[in-house]
């Protein structure tokens, strides 16, 4: 038996999509989601239907028909958003490159076209399958024609129809002729609904034809407003018939192709390859390059062979590399020899380590790989202890016979993520020099938000191409293998993927970079010095007082408990504090306590932000509130934290991260230094469980004020520039503007209300945020905003001038050159444009304030470096910096450290920095 013919309203779907899932966005702002809907849609038709031939029929331009019939046909509905229209012809693209029939048809519509394939596949004795959301499409179904909403799996045979709608599928062009549709102005007769319609057409056995035969029998049926419905079926029979003629599919269409036109999909691989990256949809190129994209004909997987290399062993690299590369296996001394030939008279290589761990501190190295020119690549397995491992060259050898190499200051080294390996080459007693080029910052500093800057992703986004995964080569989950148990066969087209893979990479990454503005000087300026600093920083690391933080977690454990037994009394019953389910039950149907928003599943929310906001007026959530904070506070620092010394130091060694933020500024791990609280106080002790070795101290100097340093830089307000020029305190200054009183006559309340409007401010913040935050009416706030923008009328300019700006070019810069994308700047959807115009405004301040402190660790690691006071730099938070220094040079150095951060860079007004020791962190604040 033949398959069936499919036929796909895309017209339906593509609104449908749109209006139904998330809104998706590339990182150049084009919208994707409407068209990732429509695609996942088409490819599950393609698997499901894989013998089947298929079209996909889109609505044309212009009008049609219809519009000929009834002048107001479609009057009402709205024109298609410009966040849909911009897909349109990229969907239209990629249903022709997974070769699939694209039909659109002047003058009819869609279903015209659809409906008239599936009669002529229907008269020919094929069975069809309708693809489509639409319930006019309904009347087509017959013995041969079924319908599938795949959006809602839903299948729709002649029983479907009548279960469905109550009527067969003959009589809903009459069903859609009485009720009329709001979606298409199809007027319909006036008073008679979904359920009137119903009543009539089962009432009276037939249609229109039927109805109109007999009106008085209309009188005789049950439902309501029948005694009167036949004046108004009189009245408007003429409407009634027009409905019919614009509701009836048109099934006789002439067309460009025929059924036997139609065909299963023959994807052109070329096409998708290149669409799915410009659209950014990384999983199906993915799926694509490793031939299993959904849908489209199996082809050969492509595969890099692996050459001997004295010694060696011929090897096939795995199923998913496509990439043709030279790969060799280094067994040998006279392999080795050959190979540090080459290296010596090069400028510049890219290298990779293999290790057994992640983390720098323990991992040991297992082999390195080594790429100087693309396609071509060598591996030298240095610890490998699987069964039956061949023989490979003595580690410290190895290491002792690259070092030279690695420590040359004139020699360039390539690599992704280089800080890790730059670390763990540490632990080893080598010390890498020399200009660092690091592809994952390139991508970083390209473009922060376009993609994830590993080197899976960067290979899909930049180079085409799908690189083996480590789960490829050593498994998953507790079964996973380390690199040590890897044997050759499959750890040399591995290893020596990454290096060629990451040498392509800043091939492609750096002439872009070059291309786009100052974006050069952000990478060699920033970026690229600022490695080394933080390697040495991490593996410095900073003492920590475990114990201090045992006795806290005793005292928060105890505070918690007597926190749950408060809320079981005001509660009135024992419940769990962390079930938002329970703690709904309680809040909203027990105690009746207003809903202030709903979940996405419409139940009532108790997110932090809606229980923080009940907290002001209930008691109950004021609890909860505080229950959790502590809970959090216990299992993400006081219980933590200790775990997390390393044995072998003894000190806490965060993770830094160059490439995770948007606006520029670093984030750490393991443990994350930047969310520890100190605005309560059990928060701030955290701080003091970071201390200083026995004769030294901890100084932590801060960048005071700097956004709102960097915001009167940016602006240029006059206002601004004398207050820090004159070294004013900013919020009093604020204070006396925003309120007309003299500087000394702000009250603390004042002062802090200006703290929140300037703070507010700057980060795009509303009448109705500011009113909220000071507790205070809207309208108030509002008249607090309009005074500030009147006494500083240039910052209201610079935020004008950034929107429109960052509208035009589709970013935002820093002062010094870097970039922040914002795909949303010109959405049609309000609130998205209105959060990046946020973003647009806050971006270059912080994004500067980033960059600034950038600058200032690069100086200060130099600086230090040469030896003027025993001091380390031990963490980075925000706007800080933090050291360990010698007990005797205290003084001297926060004088000095303070000069040092203040000229990391030149504004229109002085940066100033705020410096204080102590025997721990909090102290020194």
């Known amino acids: 038996m033949a398959a069936p013919i499919v036929l796909v309203d895309g017209s339906s779907y593509l609104y449908r999509a749109f209006h139904a899932l998330p809104p998706l966005t590339t990182s150049q702002g084009q919208p994707t989601g409407a068209i990732k809907g429509v695609l996942n849609m088409l490819k599950s038709l393609v698997k499901n239907y894989p013998d089947s031939p298929m079209a996909v029929v889109f609505d044309a331009k212009g009008k049609t028909f219809r519009d000929e019939l009834f002048e107001d046909y479609k009057a009402q509905r709205p024109p298609m958003p410009d966040d849909l229209r911009s897909q349109v012809e990229p969907l239209h693209a990629c249903v022709r490159a997974l070769g699939l029939p694209l039909l659109c ?127 108004k079926l009189e009245e408007h029979r003429e409407q009634a018939y027009l409905s019919y003629q614009l509701a009836t599919i048109k099934v006789d269409c002439e067309l460009p192709v025929g059924l036997d036109d139609l065909d299963i999909a023959h994807p052109d691989r070329e096409a998708l390859k290149r669409l799915y990256t410009e659209l950014e949809f990384k999983n199906w190129l993915s799926e694509l390059l490793a031939g299993k994209d959904e849908g489209v004909d199996d082809v050969a997987r492509g595969a890099g062979v692996a050459t001997t290399s004295a010694g060696g062993i011929d090897d096939q690299a795995p199923e998913a590399s496509v990439s043709a590369c030279k790969n060799h296996l280094i067994l040998t001394q006279d392999a080795l020899d050959e190979w540090l030939a080459r290296l010596d008279a090069c400028e510049a290589f890219c290298f990779d380590l293999e290790t057994n761990s992640l983390n720098y501190m323990e991992a040991e190295i297992v082999g390195v790989g ?109 079964k996973q293998l380390t690199f040590n148990q890897i044997e050759f066969e499959r750890a040399v087209p591995y290893a020596c993927e990454d290096v060629d893979v990451t040498l392509r990479l800043h091939c492609a990454l750096r002439p872009r970079i070059e291309a786009e503005g100052r974006l050069a000087e952000v990478l060699d300026r920033l970026e690229r010095p600022l490695i080394r600093v933080l390697s040495g920083m991490e593996r410095t690391g900073v003492a920590l007082d475990a114990e201090r933080l ?98 072998a130091t003894g000190r806490l060694h965060t993770s830094y991260h160059q490439a995770v933020t948007a606006t520029g500024r670093l ?30 101290r901890i100084v932590a100097a801060d960048y ?115 970039r922040l994308y914002l795909p949303e700047i010109r959405a049609q959807n309000h609130a998205r444009r209105q959060a990046a115009e946020r973003t647009a405004i806050n971006a270059p301040m912080q994004g500067t304030a980033a960059d600034i402190i950038k600058l200032a660790m690069i100086d200060v690691a130099a600086w230090l470096q040469e030896g003027e006071f025993d001091a380390w730099m031990v963490m980075q938070v925000h ?47």
């Open 667 to 696: 984030s750490s791990s393991d443990p994350n230094l930047q969310n520890i609280p100190i605005r309560t106080e059990e928060g701030r002790k955290i701080r003091q469980a970071f201390v200083a070795r026995p004769g030294y």
């Open 879 to 925: 706007d800080e910096l933090v050291f360990e220094v010698k007990e005797t040079q205290v003084t001297a150095f926060l004088e000095a450290i303070k000069s040092r951060m203040q000229h990391a860079a030149a504004l229109s007004v002085p940066l100033v920095v705020e410096a204080e020791s102590g025997a721990n962190w909090d102290e020194a604040h």
């Open 370 to 478: 080594l790429a100087l020119e693309p396609g071509e690549a060598a591996y030298v397995p240095l610890a490998h202890d699987y069964l039956d491992v061949p023989d490979q060259l003595d580690r410290a050898s190895v290491l002792a016979t690259l070092k030279p190499l690695l420590e040359d200051p004139e020699r360039g080294k390539i690599g992704q993520n280089l800080k890790y390996d730059i670390s763990v080459l540490a632990n080893y007693g080598i010390e890498v020099r020399g200009p660092l080029t690091d592809t994952m910052l390139e991508s970083y500093v390209l473009n922060s938000t376009a993609t994830r800057h590993d080197m899976d992703s960067l290979a899909l986004k930049y180079l085409g191409q799908k690189t083996v995964s480590f789960e490829e080569v050593a498994g998953k989950g507790a």
């Open 704 to 818: 005071s004020q700097i956004e709102l340093r960097i915001m009167a830089h940016l602006s240029e307000d006059s206002g601004l520039l004398e207050a820090f020029a004159e070294n004013r305190d900013i919020h009093t200054a604020t204070a006396a503007e925003v309120f007309g009183v003299p500087l000394d006559k702000v009250s603390g309340d004042q002062r802090r209300s200006a703290k929140a409007i300037n703070f507010g401010l700057i980060y795009g913040m509303s009448a109705w945020g500011l009113g909220k935050q000071l507790h205070i009416e809207r309208s108030q706030a509002q008249t607090y905003i309009d005074r500030y923008f009147d006494r500083y009328p240039g910052v209201a300019r610079y935020m004008d001038r950034i929107r429109a700006q960052a509208a035009e070019d589709g970013f935002v810069e820093t002062v010094f050159g870097r």
């Open 105 to 231: 048809v002047e003058g009819v519509e869609a279903d015209d076209v659809i409906g008239t394939l599936a009669r002529r596949g229907a008269a020919a004795g094929r069975d069809v399958v309708i693809s489509t959301g639409d319930k006019d499409m309904a009347q087509l179904v017959d013995g041969h024609i079924t319908l599938i909403n795949t959006m809602k799996d839903e299948i729709l045979d002649i029983e479907g129809v009548k279960n469905k709608f109550g009527l067969p599928p003959e009589l809903i062009i009459d069903f859609l002729a009485l009720m009329g549709d709001k979606v298409d102005n199809i007027p319909g007769v006036p008073g008679v609904g979904e359920k009137t319609a119903l009543g009539l057409l089962q009432g009276i056995g037939g249609g229109l034809d039927a109805i109109y035969a007999d009106l008085d029998k209309v009188t005789t049926l049950g439902f309501r407003g029948a005694k009167t419905m036949p004046k």
């Open 550 to 647: 045992h006795t806290q977690s005793r005292e928060l454990d105890e505070r918690i408990r007597e926190l749950e037994a408060r809320a079981f009394e005001l509660a009135g019953r024992e419940f769990n504090l962390g079930s938002p389910k329970q703690l709904g039950e309680i809040l909203f149907e027990e105690q009746k306590i207003p809903v202030i928003k709903k979940t996405p599943k419409g139940a009532p929310s108790t997110a932090e932000a809606v229980l923080e906001e009940l907290a002001l007026d209930y008691p109950l959530p004021k609890v909860i509130m505080e229950h959790r904070g502590l809970s959090k506070l216990k299992s993400t620092y006081t219980d933590k934290l200790p775990r997390l010394v390393n044995k």
